[in-house]
């Protein structure tokens, strides 16, 4: 009996939507530290919560980049300063840039959380 074939949804992503999932991440990765450097500044719980979601929608995107382009993933900007909300935001928007449709699964759910933080955190 013939095995069912697999299904690699990573592979059906197209290369701009691996771009704008590169772009996002590096907007994240500069939210994300600049929230974790506030949080334990200040030590107060919205801003532990602020850094505590961006990482974790930067860890969803890592793992929506197809594996030909996560080396780009390593090209990190300097975070000091920066607006998490604001950066965060932007990824939000870079998102709109590209069809759903060419993403990988499990794009809608870090457009969400994006959305919700954003909206949480204004």
């Not at 060419?102 to 909206?119: K, Q």
């Amino acid at each position: 009996m013939a095995q069912p074939k697999e299904i690699d949804h990573m592979s059906d992503t197209t290369p701009d939507a691996a771009r704008v999932l590169v772009h996002m991440h590096q907007l994240l990765w500069q939210a994300g530290t600049e929230a974790d450097r506030r949080a334990h500044q200040s030590r107060d719980l919205d801003t532990v919560a602020l850094a505590s979601n961006l990482t974790y929608a930067r860890d969803q995107v890592f793992h929506l980049v197809p594996e030909p382009y996560r080396d780009a993933l390593l090209d990190r900007p300097g975070a000091a300063g920066a607006d998490p909300v604001e950066l965060a935001r932007r990824a939000e928007e870079l998102s709109r840039t590209a069809p759903v449709h060419h993403f990988p699964p499990g794009i809608v759910s870090v457009v969400d959380l994006l959305i919700e933080t954003v909206g949480e955190f204004s």
